[in-house]
């Protein structure tokens, strides 16, 4: 049953609809509350998927990637006109051509990364930065408060790596120097525990 319905969330209606059921819209919306965009900042959104919040950013210059090619192609055909969206893997070599960035958005992604890979991401992150920049992440989380359903909805979640908040913290400073953060537990409709994490000061030279 579980694995039929991830494999179901391929399809870009059943995704969305379900993000907005459960209320994983309201995680993120509550992320971009967050990050404080501002008209004219630069953004770079790593596992945009089909980028359904893309109305609530305002008026930025906005990156996404995701791998999934069913996702950015229905991201640009509804808002391609206003943002650059492109189905490859973020690496290092893509910062050449990039502008340096005043957000950073990683939302459900580090989850779904070992640890390698996350601290691969997050060093692109921190190189991607402006001055003053930031990066935001939320993922599913496991702690000792959490109910029995939310427990059960990060323990059967799609990602494989599903981390207690310490962990995800430890990961996110050895590449930032300051790291907010905050569980939320009240912000979907069904129980949900998520970690959301604000990143400033990258501890290799950023991009400026």
């Known amino acids: 049953m579980l694995e039929k319905l991830r494999q179901m969330l391929g399809n870009v209606g059943l995704y969305v609809a379900l993000q907005k059921g459960v209320g ?6 509550r992320c971009l509350d967050e990050a ?14 089909p980028a359904y919040y893309f109305d609530r950013l305002g008026e930025v210059e906005y990156y996404g990637f995701d791998t999934s090619a069913p996702y950015i192609e229905h991201a640009r055909e509804r808002y391609g006109n206003r943002g650059d969206f492109r189905c490859e893997i973020l690496t ?3 910062l050449a051509d990039l502008p340096h960035f005043d957000t950073v958005l990683l939302f459900g992604l580090l989850h779904h990364l070992d640890d ?9 992150a921190s ?34 790596f599903v981390r207690t908040p310490r962990a995800f913290e ?11 953060s905050e569980i939320l537990d009240t912000v979907s409709r ?17 991009a400026q």
Request: aromatic fraction near 4%.
């Open 24 to 29: 994983a819209d309201r995680v993120r919306y």
């Open 92 to 94: 290092e070599a893509h």
């Open 127 to 160: 190189k991607s930065l402006a001055a003053g920049g930031k990066v935001i992440t939320c993922d599913p989380c496991l702690h000792p408060g959490q109910g029995r359903i939310s427990r059960w909805m990060s323990e059967n979640d799609r990602g494989e």
């Open 36 to 49: 404080e965009l501002k008209p004219g900042d630069r953004v770079l959104d790593v596992g945009c998927g």
């Open 190 to 206: 069904v129980p949900t525990s998520h970690y959301m994490m604000r990143m400033s000061v990258p501890l290799v030279n950023s």
């Open 116 to 124: 390698d890979q996350c601290a691969s991401l997050l060093d692109v």
């Open 170 to 180: 430890l990961l996110a400073r050895a590449s930032f120097g300051e790291v907010d």
